[in-house]
């Protein structure tokens, strides 16, 4: 890794890599490191992501039942590790719900006020989930298939934080460059729900499990949202356009389901743009 310091900091990663790897997570050996210069001798953990596999024609379910047991010990990496990390709490959401304000919606003719009104309803339904270590960007992109495809390897875990249970699971499950249907992603969600009881101890109800999910995923969808028509306007990228129309229905399958967001979702379709990505 050849990174300037006066472009990127590696401790992040140097330090991170260390939590989980101690963890039990199969992240890259790192065996040499220069902070003052930005250099660090690694691991190769070679160019066969977990979404060629899928584009493969690899078996789904198997798929993903390695990446969620991948995942796990992410999930349960102790205390003291939390403590070292960023929190993702209302501040931290509602900064990235922001950008989905300015860059999707683009401010015209919204009320500043109001949008935080809505998000503020959704960031309540997301505080009330356990906190854990969370990735952050748990998904097909940022897997490797490692010793012919029989092992995960995780990258790109250098912005890790403490945060809700479900994050990590909505993003691999509704990742947004991948078509996974409603009815499949909750038997996947409710097989890691078991996953986490036996690894904590306790139990959630179903309903519950489901919900945290559902709406930590529309955060996250919204949010990349805004990413990617900023990547568009500002940036000059195009090719997160043909990504956006999925994301979207990501978020919009959630506000359809759930009558406490139907306020937000009315007040979502009065902006052309959101209508737009309706297929």
């Given at each position: 890794m050849d990174a300037p310091p006066e472009l990127e900091d590696c401790e992040p990663f140097v330090r991170i890599a260390g939590y989980m790897r101690d963890g039990g997570v199969r992240v890259p050996m790192i065996y040499n490191v220069d902070l003052r210069q930005g250099f660090i001798v690694q691991e190769d953990f070679g160019n066969t992501?977990?979404?060629?596999?899928?584009?493969?024609?690899?078996?789904?379910?198997?798929?993903?039942?390695?990446?969620?047991?991948?995942?796990?010990?992410?999930?349960?990496?102790?205390?003291?590790?939390?403590?070292?990390?960023?929190?993702?709490?209302?501040?931290?959401?509602?900064?990235?719900?922001?950008?989905?304000?300015?860059?999707?919606?683009?401010?015209?003719?919204?009320?500043?006020?109001?949008?935080?009104?809505?998000?503020?309803?959704?960031?309540?339904?997301?505080?009330?989930?356990?906190?854990?270590?969370?990735?952050?960007?748990?998904?097909?992109?940022?897997?490797?298939?490692?010793?012919?495809?029989?092992?995960?390897?995780?990258?790109?875990?250098?912005?890790?934080?403490?945060?809700?249970?479900?994050?990590?699971?909505?993003?691999?499950?509704?990742?947004?460059?991948?078509?996974?249907?409603?009815?499949?992603?909750?038997?996947?969600?409710?097989?890691?729900?078991?996953?986490?009881?036996?690894?904590?101890?306790?139990?959630?109800?179903?309903?519950d499990f489901l919900r945290w999910l559902d709406w930590t995923g529309l955060q996250r969808h919204l949010k990349v949202l805004g990413l990617f028509r900023r990547l568009h306007v500002r940036d000059g990228k195009d090719r997160y356009l043909k990504d956006m129309p999925r994301v979207w229905n990501y978020a919009n399958d959630v506000l359809d389901r759930y009558p406490a967001l139907a306020k937000f979702k009315s007040w979502l379709e009065s902006f052309d743009i959101w209508n737009s990505y309706k297929l």
């Open positions: 992501h977990f979404e060629d596999a899928l584009a493969a024609g690899g078996d789904r379910d198997k798929l993903y039942g390695q990446a969620m047991d991948a995942m796990l010990p992410v999930t349960c990496l102790p205390e003291a590790v939390c403590r070292h990390l960023p929190a993702f709490d209302r501040e931290w959401m509602m900064k990235e719900l922001l950008i989905f304000h300015e860059w999707f919606l683009g401010y015209a003719g919204t009320d500043g006020e109001e949008f935080a009104v809505h998000a503020n309803a959704l960031i309540e339904g997301i505080l009330g989930q356990p906190l854990v270590v969370m990735h952050r960007d748990f998904h097909g992109r940022n897997l490797l298939m490692l010793g012919g495809e029989r092992e995960i390897g995780v990258i790109d875990f250098q912005g890790a934080m403490h945060g809700p249970l479900t994050y990590d699971l909505g993003s691999l499950l509704k990742d947004c460059y991948q078509d996974n249907g409603a009815d499949w992603i909750r038997g996947q969600a409710l097989l890691q729900k078991a996953r986490y009881e036996d690894a904590f101890n306790t139990a959630w109800e179903d309903a």
